[in-house]
């Protein structure tokens, strides 16, 4: 299970988490089509089934929010991928911001705050477009 996968678990609840796992499995296993005599023998993927209706969206300020009040702690989540992490009760090591970035296409990432700092905005991004409603600030 993938560190997005994981985040979107801890926004959205357990249904989104295994629709982006079965989405990155899907492109993971996605056939690869050398030159066009290939294509044309190959047999043609399956149809991808229509992606269901989104229920509501969900507000991930007032999500994050609460679940940020709840630790009881100062963590800025608007700010930090570490603190974002840390809401969502999941790694916030090196380790597994590394694994997130590569998720992201964060080639070479050492733990800047620079990379930090892309890291985040390009995960509010995704949780964005992944149905999320997010403050207009935090997508600029």
Do not use: C
Request: net charge negative; hydrophobic share 45%.
């Amino acid at each position: 299970m993938g560190m997005f996968s994981k985040i979107l678990g801890g926004i959205f609840g357990k249904k989104k988490e295994e629709e982006q796992e079965a989405a990155e499995a899907a492109a993971a296993e996605a056939p690869v089509v050398v030159d066009a005599v290939e294509q044309s023998t190959a047999e043609a993927p399956p149809a991808a089934a229509p992606a269901p209706e989104p229920a509501e969206p969900v507000d991930v300020d007032a999500v994050l929010t609460a679940k940020a009040a709840a630790k009881g702690e100062d963590l800025d989540w608007k700010v930090s991928i570490v603190d974002l992490l840390k809401v969502l009760d999941l790694d916030s090591s090196y380790g597994a911001r590394k694994e997130l970035a590569a998720e992201m296409g964060i080639s070479g990432y050492s733990g800047t705050a620079e990379q930090n700092i892309e890291m985040h905005k390009l995960v509010i991004q995704k949780i964005a477009a992944n149905g999320g409603t997010v403050p207009a600030e935090l997508l600029d």
